[in-house]
């Protein structure tokens, strides 16, 4: 069993896939500039409550075309005191319910990764 779409019903399909692909960019872009106000914010707590003298965005939030509904806000701070992260890590969790938060100690992390961060991170 087959369906032939005529001329009209094929316009009317594509018209509804444009409009659906451009309000997911719009969401997408959103969400994107809301990561953007919640990295700053993050970056303000880290360096007044857990001393950061430097923080980094870094990943998809950074690079854009890889962020997405499910991307997550990438931040590397410099000198966190290692008895800090995870408290620090864990305060970053409770700002937002819709995102989640990698935080990397760049003292600590691996050369290559920090090498890459330096390259490819903002700072906030």
């Not at 896939?17 to 719009?26: F, I």
């Not at 409550?49 to 997550?72: M, N, Q, W």
Request: hydrophobic fraction near 45%.
């Amino acid at each position: 069993m087959s369906s032939t779409l005529t001329p009209q019903q094929l316009d009317a399909y594509r018209q509804t896939m444009r409009r659906g692909a451009a309000e997911a960019d719009r969401r997408r872009a959103d969400r994107r500039e809301a990561a953007w106000a919640l990295a700053r914010e993050a970056a303000d707590l880290l360096r007044s409550r857990y001393g950061a003298t430097r923080v980094l965005a870094f990943g998809s939030l950074v690079e854009g075309t890889h962020f997405s509904e499910r991307s997550d806000i990438d931040l590397a701070a410099e000198v966190l005191r290692p008895s800090d992260h995870f408290a620090a890590l864990g305060r970053l969790l409770t700002l937002s319910r819709d995102f989640e938060f990698d935080l990397v100690d760049l003292g600590a992390c691996p050369p290559g990764l920090r090498a890459v961060i330096l390259a490819e991170g903002l700072p906030l």
